[in-house]
């Protein structure tokens, strides 16, 4: 049985981790996932830590910097370099040697580019301080998977449902996808509620050929609740997803058959 979910709203890519990145029209899906996403990652020399906004202590303006590769990517060659945009309007593109020097002056600690991740790699973690949580108010030591700049899994699914179910729980918040930093955004029309959770270990179809599995729920974190651009600092973004739908908003997925997919493109499960 197959059954019509919605279609596919928008697409998004981010070429270096904890970085602001690219909304797309089109992207090719492979088994790590969008092409091109988290292809960099900033790597603190002090500390031999990945970069990560999960630990807004250490770097709290990660969302002031927006990443753009300056041209497409494109399969079987090496990613082309990247273009960032600073938090005071000025470039700094990867390929020069004054990119590491550039960020690390603005982030106030020293950096470097990575293109491949290190070997047991590692973030940090803040967690707030909650009620519901056993560990509160501190930082943590995490495991990224292995040769990836992920955190947890390759592809973030959203749904317009679920946004608009946290918008009529909490009036106040701006529930906006970039605040969740997904990949894709599913439009699911008049459906409130947090839909995707019917999905986890099925298969949903993407246009005429990508598959991919839903493997369970995105758990969220401090990155939710930090400004970015006209979005303020709200807490309670994360807050309302944790007091009803146990913290979590969206889903994850792993690619179970590559392809091109396009906004637009009607989204079913079978």
Known sequence: ????????????????????GEELNAA???PRGLFGDRSYALYDTETGKV??????????SMFAYRAAYVSPPESGSAMPAVRVTLPDGVFAVSSSPDFAPALS??????????AKPPDRAQLE?????????????????????????????ILHILTTGTLNRLTELEPHGRFEPRRFRPNLVIDTG???????KEWIGKTIV????????????CPRCVMTTLAQGDLPKDPAILKT?????EGHVGVYGAVAQPGTVRVGDTIRVV
Do not use: C
């Not at 049985?1 to 602001?20: C, D, E, F, I, Q």
């Not at 002056?105 to 990575?114: E, F, I």
């Not at 509160?136 to 040769?147: F, L, N």
């Not at 993407?206 to 729920?217: D, F, H, M």
């Open 1 to 20: 049985m197959t059954t019509t979910l919605g279609s596919l709203a928008s697409l998004h890519r981010y070429p270096v981790k904890s970085m602001m």
């Open 28 to 30: 090719d899906v492979t």
């Open 51 to 60: 970069v990560s906004a999960k630990n807004p202590r250490k770097w709290p």
């Open 105 to 114: 002056a603005t982030l106030g600690r020293s950096v470097k580019l990575l």
């Open 125 to 153: 973690e803040y967690w707030p301080d909650r009620e519901e949580q056993a560990s509160s108010d501190v930082v943590t030591d995490e495991a990224m998977p292995t040769g990836t700049f992920f955190d947890l899994a």
């Open 190 to 196: 008049e459906q409130k509620g947090f839909v995707e």
């Open 206 to 217: 993407i246009g005429p050929e990508v598959r991919i599995e839903v493997t369970g729920p």
């Open 241 to 245: 997803a944790a007091r009803h739908n």
